[in-house]
C-alpha cells in the first residue's frame, strides 16, 4: 500500500464561551494545543484563527461535534456545525468532523493529573482545558482516520 504524505491538521473545540485550537499530523499520530479563541456576545473572534490558519499553513481541519454519550446529537451540534460550516467557508479547507464526547472532561483531567505530579506548574485554567480538548480531538480523528488506512503507517510500534 503507497504511503499517504503528511498533512498538517488543526483541530477545534467548539464551544459558546471559548474554542480550542490544537495541531497535530498524520505522521506522528500527536496533537498539541494552541490556546482558546473568545466567544462573546459579539460572535467570534476570528482573527486567531485566522491567524493560526496562516500560521500552520494546515491540508485539513477537525471540529468536534458534540455529541450526547448514546451517539446522538448534543445541544450544540447545531451551532458547532454552523461553525465548521463558516470554518470550511473563510479557509477554503476540507473541514472533518469527529465525535467529542467528554473530551473536555478527560482534558481536565489529564492536566490535573500533570499538575499533582509537578509536569504542570501553572494553574489550570478553562482556555487551557479547551485547547487541551482539541489535540484530544485531533488524536481521537489521526488514530480512527490511520485505522481506516490500514493501520500504522509510521512503521513502529505504539
Not at 463558516?86 to 467529542?100: F, G, K, M, N, W
Request: aromatic share 4%; net charge negative.
Amino acid at each position: 500500500m503507497p504511503e499517504r504524505p503528511a498533512q498538517l491538521v488543526l483541530a477545534f473545540d467548539f464551544g459558546l464561551r471559548r474554542i480550542g485550537i490544537a495541531s497535530g499530523d498524520t505522521v506522528s499520530r500527536t496533537a498539541a494545543p494552541h490556546g482558546a479563541v473568545a466567544v462573546s456576545a459579539h460572535g467570534i473572534d476570528w482573527t486567531p484563527i485566522d491567524r493560526a490558519l496562516k500560521d500552520f499553513k494546515p491540508n485539513l481541519l477537525v471540529v468536534g461535534s458534540p455529541n450526547n454519550a448514546d451517539g446522538t446529537a448534543g445541544s450544540l451540534s447545531a451551532a458547532a456545525d454552523g461553525f465548521a460550516a463558516a470554518l470550511a467557508q473563510r479557509s477554503h479547507l476540507p473541514v472533518a468532523r469527529t465525535d467529542e464526547f467528554a473530551s473536555s472532561l478527560e482534558a481536565a483531567e489529564e492536566l490535573k493529573n500533570q499538575r499533582a505530579s509537578g509536569q504542570r506548574r501553572r494553574r489550570v485554567q478553562r482556555a487551557d482545558i479547551d485547547s487541551a480538548a482539541a489535540a484530544i480531538i485531533l488524536e481521537r480523528w489521526l488514530n480512527r482516520e490511520q485505522g481506516q488506512a490500514g493501520g500504522d503507517q509510521t512503521g513502529g510500534d505504539d
